[in-house]
């Protein structure tokens, strides 16, 4: 069964750190560009970073740039997403995606809350 799965959401007080994780199942992600994409209450999913499957490039919405850190491990099929100095505008659910033309997958979400 081909599937992401995400892990590693919480709540956190701003300032913290959480690290999340999307592992796949039933694919290689070696073969594909993977997003991390998040979506706030009312509002629009939106892009947070991605990495390339060629040369690991990487790409951070300009909000997170120096907070956040996308990384993979080939070896265990899974993707990071690495979020310090969190801030309460980073409350949504948190969105793993993984895409190579022509198949895209996304995972279910996993809720991160950063709240005093």
């Known amino acids: 069964q081909v599937q992401l799965v995400e892990s590693g959401g919480g709540l956190v007080q701003p300032g913290g750190s959480l690290r999340l994780s999307c592992a796949a199942s039933?694919?290689?992600?070696?073969?594909?560009?993977i997003g991390w994409f998040r979506q706030a209450p009312g509002k629009e999913r939106e892009g947070v970073s991605c990495?390339?499957?060629?040369?690991?490039?990487?790409w951070y919405k300009r909000s997170v740039k120096g907070r956040f850190t996308i990384s993979r491990d080939n070896a265990k099929n899974t993707v990071y997403l690495q979020m310090n100095s969190l801030k309460p505008e980073d409350t949504a659910v948190y969105y793993c995606?993984?895409?190579?033309?022509?198949?895209?997958?996304w995972g279910q979400g996993t809720q991160v809350t950063v709240s005093s």
């Open positions: 995606y993984a895409f190579r033309s022509p198949r895209d997958y």
């Open positions: 039933g694919f290689a992600l070696d073969n594909y560009v």
């Open positions: 990495i390339s499957e060629i040369d690991g490039t990487t």
